[in-house]
């Protein structure tokens, strides 16, 4: 029989990090997809939809960003590209958690003044990018999209 080893002490404890300003955001519950958007499928391929997310840059202007939150089936945190227009809810907010903050490693959003006025433009950009993704087409039905359950009554 082995003893069991001891864990190794690291050579230097880990300091706490900087707090960072980000863009908290929720995955849309259904997106259209396909053929005149006549697809549905839910959140996105990484994230369930209305798993939250922080966004800590936009990438290819407005259109992606890099956002980290709790992937389908693991229990840590990944980053990944997302589509904008598969977010809503974009909201600022001071991040303190060392498992985000380790992913993120910087911010585009330098403090809470610049990080509410991109919330607020990228919530206007998420809603253009979804609703004018198939201006010609209806929407498939019953349809799930985000804009259509914003619509409906709550039962």
Request: include cysteine.
């Amino acid at each position: 029989m082995t003893a069991r080893e001891e864990p190794a002490e690291p050579a230097e404890p880990l300091e706490p990090l900087e707090p960072l300003w980000m863009l908290a955001a929720n995955v849309v519950l259904w997106r259209r997809y396909g053929e005149g958007g006549q697809g549905q499928r839910p959140g996105t391929k990484m994230f369930k939809g209305n798993s939250k997310v922080y966004v800590h840059d936009r990438v290819n202007g407005w259109e992606d960003c890099q956002a980290i939150g709790r992937p389908r089936h693991d229990r840590g945190y990944r980053w990944a590209y997302v589509a904008t227009r598969h977010l809503h809810g974009f909201r600022a907010t001071l991040v303190r958690s060392p498992a985000v903050l380790r992913l993120a490693e910087f911010s585009a959003f330098r403090d809470e003044a610049a990080a509410q006025e991109a919330a607020a433009v990228m919530e206007r950009l998420a809603w253009e990018l979804r609703s004018g993704g198939w201006p010609d087409w209806p929407h498939p039905e019953p349809c799930h999209c985000h804009e259509c359950l914003a619509l409906r009554p709550h039962r």
